[in-house]
């Protein structure tokens, strides 16, 4: 292991022979302060390996007392420690930043789990919170909306139909992964005649909602566009029989 005190003086730009050495105790005038100190500063260099395992021993101990008394000060006077932490930001902001990256990193799904768990403890805070903060800013809300349109438009078609089922009174919801899975189900055949839908396919209710049908995924079947229009709202019986028509006619 290299001699940390060599170290220590060879960036000082001083010549290690002279200042290598730890100023001796019986060496040290102790009604010296600059004396004093440099003995100290060289103790603690030498020993800095045991001085922060000990440390560390002392504050787990310690650390309710601390943490209480740190409190109290806070709540004191705010302001002061307030002001000491963003003049110590400010002394080192690239290392904290650094440092907290590489925290967040190392501990995401922790980070996670707690902000889902806050955000439902205080769900309808925050949902009041939004509410009033669209209200507010509708430019914002629109520039937002046109953004995120343009940007997640998978996401946008599933909220119009998931939307357009509740506005109807259905019940029920469904997400992506459920269409993806009805899909693999369905082996990417519409459900009414067969056709690959794998380029292109529409959502149906098996019960139209306009009929009482519900909005859940069991309610839901994927049909290639041209079923879809010939379907429309037709009860399953009704589409069978529309569609035994329809074959009809083209048979002749
Ligand atoms: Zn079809």
Partial sequence: MPDQRIRQTRTDGTSPSKEAKPRSASRTNWNDKAQVAEYQRQYRRLHIERLTAQRAI????????????????????????????RAVYASDKERILANNRKWAA??????????????????????EAKKAWRAEHPALVYGQTVRSRAR???KHRI?????????????????????????????????GCGED???????????????????????LQLLCNCCNSTKNNATPEVWTLRKA???AKKVK
């Fill in 197 to 219: 839908i794998r380029d292109s396919f529409t959502i149906d209710h098996v019960i139209a909602v306009t009929k009482g049908g519900s909005n859940w995924p069991t309610n």
């Fill in 152 to 154: 997640y438009p998978e």
């Fill in 106 to 127: 190392a501990n995401r799904t922790a980070i996670l789990a707690k902000k889902k768990e806050y955000r439902e403890r205080h769900k309808e805070e925050l949902a």
């Fill in 245 to 247: 028509q329809i074959n």
């Fill in 159 to 191: 909220y119009k139909a998931n939307h357009y089922a509740r506005v109807r009174g259905a019940e029920g919801h469904w997400t992506l992964e459920d269409i993806k899975a009805l899909a693999r189900a369905q082996k990417d055949l519409c459900a």
């Fill in 58 to 85: 002392w504050y787990r101990a310690n650390r309710d007392t601390l943490l209480a008394n740190e409190q109290k000060a806070h709540a004191a006077n705010p302001e002061i420690k307030r002001s000491r932490a």
